[in-house]
Each structure stands twice: as C-alpha cells, then as structure tokens.
C-alpha cells in the first residue's frame, strides 16, 4: 500500500518541524517565527506536484500554507484538515533534552511541539504527500491548511484567513484538526478513541484594580494591591454550576459500558475521577474554570502602587457565556475593572458519516476499539473555521501506550510523541482520507 511511503518519512518530517523554532509569545509586536516552518510545509508539498498557497497576514512572519487535493466528487463538501504550525515557549534549562531539536530517542520524538501539534502537521503532510505522488482521488476535495499563531488565539493565522482570504476554503463543511482520536486504556486492552466533538469557549481577561500611592510604612486603606489580590482569592475560591453537557454524558455513557462500572448521571465527578489522569482534562469540562495565570503591581520595595494588573484564563461551557461573564463580574466586584478577549464555545453531534468513517479507519488498525466523543477543556481553530460554517472535530489519531500521561505533555516539560504512535496515526489518517 502508498501509505507505506508515508510511515516511512513521518517520523523525518516531524523531527524536522520539531527542529524549527516556531516559538509563539503572544506578543504582536514581536516577529512572528512561523515562516520557516510554513516555507518548509510548502517546499514539501510543491516537491511532489501541490501548488501551494503561502499566506502571510499583517503581521510579519507568520506564515500559513494552504494547498487544495480534488476528490471524486466536486459537488460534494470539501474537508478541511488544519494543524497549525507556532508553539508556546520552552526553557531549555527544564528539559532532558533540547526543546527544538526533535531528537528521536527511546521510542519517542521528543520537543516542543511534539503533541501540540508537529506531530499531526508531520502525518497530515505525509499523507498528502503519498497521496498526490501515487494519484490517489479522494471522494471529496481536501483542502490543507497549515497555519500561524493558533497558541495566540489565531488572530494571524486561521482568524485571519478566515476573514481576507476566506476563498481559500470555498466549499469546506467540515473538518478535522487537533487534540482528539487518541488512544484513552480503560482495562487490559480495553481502548476507547476519543474525538472532539465540542470545546469550550475562551475569555482572556484583564483585571486592573487602581488604589493611592503612598510611602510603604505608613498606613493604607486603599491598595490597590490588596484589592486585586482580595478579588482574585475569592475568584480562586469559587467554584462554577456543575453542568452536565452532552458530549460528557456520551461519553461517560461509552466509559461506563466498556468498563461495566456505572455512570450515575446525578454524580458525574465521581465518573470523572475515575479515569485517572484523563479526569484533569474532563474534570475542567463539568464546569466553567478561571485561573489567574499573570500579576503585576509595584515597583520598590517602600512604595504602594496606584495601580495593579493581573490577567486571568476563563474557560466556559456551550451556552454559559452570558452566565459567565456575570458571574465573573459579581465575584470581582465593582473596584476591579474587566477587559477581555474571547473567543466562543464550538459543538457539534457525534453522528454522521464522516464519523462512521472515523470509527472504520481505527477499528481496522485496532479491531475491538472504540470511538467516543469528548469536550476539550481548551480551544483551537476550530474557533474560527466555524464561523464559516464548518462542522469540526478533533481527529489526530494516536495509539498511545497504557502509562503515558498524554494530556500533561500538552504545553509541558519534556513533551514528546511515541514513534509508534506516529506511525499507526499515519495509517489510521491515511485510511480515513481516503473513505471520507
């Protein structure tokens, strides 16, 4: 089979992509470092007969690569595949290795960007290639997309395109990206697939409490300080409604039958803590979440600052963003002032047939196993692909071993991504591709 040629170079090309430091700060006015690897994407593609579109937005280097594969029938939707190509940061002092240098060692491909996403950019990209140098038609059009600055919200990458080049993706319905197909051991060789079918919505806010300045030795009732450390402890401290969502009933409903422990719908945490160190991820999908990540005030050691920042990372449920947002407002109180970024919850069903399609191409390379639908606690460019109206799910599938804490290599130390994991997804995303 065609596909042997791209489990032979997707290990190659992930490690290559790994070696790119394609860092992502956040900072807009810092030079976006997604071109190298965007050029690299577009000279793998044209080198077996693409035309690829490279794309920068109005930021400097941030570099998006889009290439269009025509299927059998034109009349059909388009899939979109998408993967994007920045990182988060990594200090090399905290690491076995080096974070960009995609060593391969042990059974793993290991740096930053290894499961976030390099991974699926790497079987994504050999299986495009296979397919383009072996002709293969698929049933529809497939259109790939390999984009900027996802880790920042995509405002210079699929938000970007979406609203300038949104051509591009004429006719795409759906699609398939990130965090979703990997492998959850729920007994011995008992797997269940876990694909994203909603994920939650983002609210990055930015909290200011303003006081008097004043000599540090004297006394104070107007800290500005202390006010937002007072606001950001009762934010800590409060704990969100608990919402039983369809995708989490489904898919404890899944859990539940492969395991034979019942799922008892009135105590969904305790389903939850039952999946061990998955429960981090589905535990945030029970309820809206915000966790302070920044503070800043002060100046010197002597001095009470008149003002004082903070910035905090909300997450909150299908439907819940009004609620939220009050909630949010009501629990800071009216001596701290919001600002925010959001960006909104996507769902979709767990049915259909490019669902059907899903569960064919796992169970033929892992017959017994089962696809189950999840929400992501986080976000990705789904975010933005939607607001073309285009049904999404995270299908980037990865067959990991019983022991590996996937979910906190996802922005960590150390991450990496097995080789034999890398090479079944290729398989699986190969067979997929071509019954979609």
Do not use: C, W
């Given at each position: 089979m065609s596909v042997e040629k791209a489990v032979a170079e997707v290990v190659t090309l992930a490690s290559e992509l790994i070696a790119i430091d394609t860092t992502n700060v956040g900072d807009p006015t810092t030079l976006g470092r997604e071109r190298a690897a965007a050029e690299y994407v577009a000279a793998k593609l044209s080198e077996v007969g693409y035309e690829p579109t490279y794309v920068e937005s109005g930021a400097r280097g941030r570099g998006n690569v889009v290439a269009r594969l025509p299927g059998a029938d034109p009349a059909r939707g388009a899939l979109l595949v998408h993967g994007h190509l920045d990182v988060v940061p990594a200090d090399p002092a905290e690491w076995s290795v080096h974070p960009f240098s995609g060593e391969v060692r042990d059974g793993y491909v290991w740096g930053r960007g290894a499961v976030d996403m390099k991974d699926v950019v790497a079987m994504t990209l050999a299986v495009a290639r296979s397919?383009?140098?072996?002709?293969?038609?698929?049933?529809?059009?497939?259109?790939?997309?390999?984009?900027?600055?996802?880790?920042?919200g995509g405002f210079y990458g699929a938000r970007w395109l979406v609203d300038n080049r949104p051509e591009l993706f004429e006719g795409a319905t759906e699609a398939i990206s990130e965090v979703g197909?990997?492998?959850?051991?729920?007994?011995?060789?008992?797997?269940?697939?876990?694909?994203?079918?909603?994920?939650?919505?983002?609210?990055w806010l930015r909290l200011l409490a303003r006081g008097t300045a004043g000599h540090g030795s004297m006394l104070h009732e107007d800290n500005a300080v202390a006010k937002l450390a007072a606001a950001i402890t009762r934010l800590e401290r409060h704990r969100f409604p608990l919402v039983l969502t369809e995708p989490v009933r489904e898919l404890l409903t899944g859990v539940a039958e492969l395991t034979g422990v019942p799922f008892d719908p009135d105590d969904?945490?305790?389903?939850?803590?039952r999946l061990g160190n998955l429960s981090r991820m589905i535990g945030a999908t029970l309820r809206d979440t915000?966790?302070?990540?920044?503070?800043?005030?002060?100046?010197?050691?002597?001095?009470?600052?008149?003002?004082?920042?903070a910035t905090v990372d909300g997450r909150m449920l299908p439907g819940r963003e009004k609620a939220f947002e009050a909630e949010l407002a009501e629990i800071l109180g009216p001596?701290?002032?919001?600002?925010w970024d959001s960006l909104p919850p996507v769902q979709t069903t767990f049915d259909g047939a490019l669902v059907e399609a899903m569960a064919a191409a796992v169970t033929?390379?892992?017959?017994?196993?089962?696809?189950?639908?999840?929400?992501?606690?986080?976000?990705?460019?789904?975010?933005?692909?939607?607001?073309?109206?285009?049904?999404?799910?995270?299908f980037s599938p990865l067959k990991l071993p019983p022991d590996l804490d996937f979910t906190a290599l996802f922005h960590g130390v150390d991450e990496r991504v097995p080789v034999d994991a890398l090479e079944f997804g290729t398989r699986v995303l190969d067979r997929f591709l071509r019954a979609c």
């Open positions: 397919f383009k140098r072996d002709g293969v038609v698929p049933p529809r059009d497939l259109i790939f997309a390999f984009l900027a600055d996802e880790e920042a197909g990997f492998s959850v051991t729920l007994a011995d060789d008992v797997r269940a697939y876990l694909v994203e079918t909603a994920e939650k919505g983002v609210m969904p945490e305790a389903a939850v803590a915000a966790n302070v990540t920044m503070f800043e005030a002060g100046y010197k050691a002597n001095v009470v600052p008149s003002v004082a920042r001596e701290i002032v919001l600002e033929a390379e892992d017959p017994g196993a089962r696809v189950l639908p999840y929400m992501l606690s986080a976000g990705t460019d789904a975010k933005s692909f939607q607001r073309l109206g285009v049904r999404h799910f995270g």
